[in-house]
C-alpha cells in the first residue's frame, strides 16, 4: 500500500461542496432540511425531494434567499420508481451532474405488535427501505458516469440497537444499516462512496408526539449523555463530512450523532 502523503494535495478544500449538486429525499422540512442546509452553506446545489409541491418548492426559495446557491423544489414519492427515475434525470438535467444524495425520507409507526396492523408494518418498510433502494438505483448511472459521488443513508441508532414498541422502524432502519454496507462494497469501485448516518433522538416533527411523555423524558432524554434532545442543524456537520472530500476514506460505515445515547 502507497505510504504517500495525501493530506496536503493542492486545490482542495476538504469540506467545500461548492459545483457540486446534492438530492435530498425528505429535504422540505425537519433533518432532510437542516441537511441541505447544511450542504448548501458549503457551497452545494441541492434539489429537494418530498411529495407536497408547495412545502418543496417553498423550502428551495428559502435556501436561495439564504445561502446564494441554485435549489429546485421536486415533488415526488420515493415509493414509486418512476418519480425517483425522474427525479434523477431533472436534478441531471438541471445541474449537469448529481455528486450526492440523501436518503432522509421516512416515517415512523410505534406500537406494540399485537396492535399494529400489516399495513402499518408494510408502509414503514416501503418508505423507509425501498424508498431509499429506489433512490440509490436512480442515481447509480448518473454517478458512474461522473466517475463519482456520495450516498449518505439516514438509518438510526435504532438500526443497531432495539427499543420496544418500535419493530417496524427498527427493522426498517436496520435494513437500512445494511443496506448501506452492501451498497458500500457495490460502489467503491467506481469511486462513490456509501455510508450512513445514526440520527439519535433529534426533536423532529416525527418525535413531537413523545417529546412531553414520560416515556420521552425517560427512554429518550434522560439516557442520553447530554441530557437533551438534538438542535436539527446539529445535523449538519456529518453530512457535510460525508458528502465532502474529508470523508473520501468512508465506506459503508455508520456516523453515530446520538449525544451519547448508544454510548451508554
Do not use: H
Not at 86 to 100: E, N, R, W
Not at 115 to 142: H, Q
Not at 156 to 176: D, E, F, I, M
Amino acid at each position: 500500500m502507497s505510504q504517500e502523503n495525501t493530506s496536503k494535495l493542492p486545490g482542495i478544500k476538504l469540506f467545500d461542496l461548492s459545483g457540486r449538486t446534492a438530492i435530498i429525499t425528505g429535504g422540505s422540512k425537519g433533518l432532510g432540511l437542516a441537511m441541505a442546509e447544511g450542504l448548501a452553506s458549503a457551497g452545494a446545489n441541492v434539489m429537494l425531494v418530498s411529495r407536497t409541491k408547495e412545502e418543496t418548492e417553498a423550502a428551495a426559495k428559502q435556501i436561495e434567499g439564504s445561502y446564494g446557491v441554485k435549489a429546485l423544489g421536486f415533488a415526488g414519492d420515493v415509493t414509486k420508481k418512476a418519480d425517483m427515475e425522474k427525479m434523477a434525470k431533472v436534478a441531471f438535467d438541471t445541474f449537469g451532474s448529481i455528486d450526492v444524495l440523501i436518503n432522509s425520507a421516512g416515517i415512523n409507526i410505534r406500537g406494540a405488535i399485537d396492535e399494529l396492523e400489516l399495513e402499518e408494518f408494510s408502509k414503514v418498510m416501503d418508505i423507509n427501505v425501498t424508498g431509499t433502494w429506489l433512490a440509490c438505483r436512480a442515481v447509480t448511472p448518473y454517478m458512474k458516469k461522473g466517475g463519482k459521488g456520495s450516498i449518505i443513508n439516514l438509518a438510526s441508532t435504532l438500526g443497531v440497537v432495539g427499543l420496544a414498541n418500535r419493530t417496524p422502524y427498527c427493522s426498517s432502519k436496520g435494513a437500512v444499516v445494511q443496506m448501506t454496507r452492501a451498497l458500500g462494497l457495490e460502489f467503491a469501485p467506481f469511486n462513490i462512496n456509501v455510508n450512513a448516518i445514526c440520527p439519535g433522538p433529534f426533536l423532529t416533527e416525527m418525535n413531537l408526539p413523545i417529546a412531553d411523555t414520560e416515556e420521552g423524558k425517560k427512554f429518550v432524554v434522560g439516557a442520553t449523555a447530554l441530557g437533551r434532545w438534538g438542535r436539527l442543524e446539529e445535523i449538519q456537520g456529518a453530512a457535510i463530512y460525508l458528502a465532502s472530500e474529508a470523508g473520501s476514506y468512508m465506506v459503508g460505515s455508520m456516523l453515530t450523532v446520538d449525544g451519547g445515547w448508544t454510548a451508554r
